[in-house]
């Protein structure tokens, strides 16, 4: 008997530490990404966030609305008399990194992966204890352990249960300014921000400043422009 639970013993300590060990590179590879880009002076981001068009308020605020809704963005909040859109959008679909407003600050992955560094450590050192000082009565009948293996399945290293990871989650948040420059020409400012989401959880949050993403709005609007 004592044999036995020296071999669950073993054996549990083991898939403990494959496990915390698993967790631990899962995380640390999603910790090791490439860092996020920092937030630019407020000089630049309005200069990329910022384009005129030769056309009426009237006219930029429809094809905004309209240019919002073939991208999927759903309108939050409309002021046709202050020229203010808020639109949101969540996908699967990663469009843009986030800002780093603050370089000193520990993403939650990084975080964990720290936490789950020192539990590799604390686990890595009582297996070697257990190594180097626990080979007693039970060593001298290690012939029995493939026979124990044979017999009792419910000690297997195979689980079936496996871990399912879900996809991360992407939500958008746009906010559209209208300014009248002239009767015929119209300013509009886009802004934007982000977060991702997984199993719950809030993995990042930061603001939009992307060159590429912005274009693509002007883009569309100025689409839209065109066909009305």
């Known amino acids: 008997m004592n044999v036995i639970r020296y071999v669950i013993l073993k054996k549990s300590i083991g898939k403990i530490f494959i496990y915390v060990n698993s967790i631990y590179l899962l995380f640390y590879l999603n910790g090791c990404s490439?860092?996020?880009?920092?937030?630019?002076?407020?000089?630049?981001?309005?200069?990329?966030?910022?384009?005129?068009?030769?056309?009426?308020?009237?006219?930029?605020?429809?094809?905004?609305?309209?240019?919002?809704?073939?991208?999927n963005y759903t309108i939050d909040v409309l002021n046709s008399d202050m020229g203010l859109i808020t639109a949101s959008r969540t996908t699967e679909m990663k469009m843009a990194e986030l800002d780093m407003e603050d370089e000193n600050q520990l993403t939650t992955?990084?975080?964990?992966?720290?936490?789950?560094?020192?539990?590799?450590?604390?686990?890595?050192?009582?297996?070697?204890?257990?190594?180097?000082?626990?080979?007693?009565?039970?060593?001298?009948?290690?012939?029995e352990e493939p026979r124990f293996e044979r017999t009792?399945?419910?000690?297997?290293?195979?689980?079936?249960?496996?871990?399912?990871?879900?996809?991360?989650?992407?939500?958008?948040?746009?906010?559209?300014?209208?300014?009248?420059?002239?009767?015929?020409?119209?300013?509009?400012?886009?802004?934007?921000?982000?977060?991702?989401?997984?199993?719950?959880?809030?993995?990042?949050?930061g603001g939009i400043h992307e060159p590429e993403f912005f274009q693509m709005f002007f883009t569309n609007i100025e689409n839209s422009l065109l066909l009305r």
Do not use: C, W
């Open 34 to 71: 490439p860092p996020r880009p920092s937030k630019p002076p407020t000089s630049i981001a309005r200069a990329m966030e910022t384009k005129h068009f030769n056309f009426g308020h009237k006219e930029v605020l429809k094809s905004s609305i309209n240019s919002l809704q073939d991208m």
């Open 109 to 143: 992955l990084q975080k964990v992966a720290i936490f789950a560094g020192i539990i590799v450590a604390v686990g890595s050192f009582f297996a070697l204890i257990d190594h180097l000082f626990g080979r007693g009565e039970g060593d001298e009948d290690e012939d």
């Open 152 to 205: 009792t399945s419910h000690y297997s290293y195979h689980s079936h249960n496996e871990t399912e990871f879900s996809p991360e989650i992407y939500r958008y948040k746009v906010t559209i300014n209208l300014n009248n420059i002239k009767s015929t020409v119209t300013e509009v400012r886009v802004s934007a921000s982000g977060e991702v989401e997984k199993d719950g959880a809030i993995l990042q949050t």
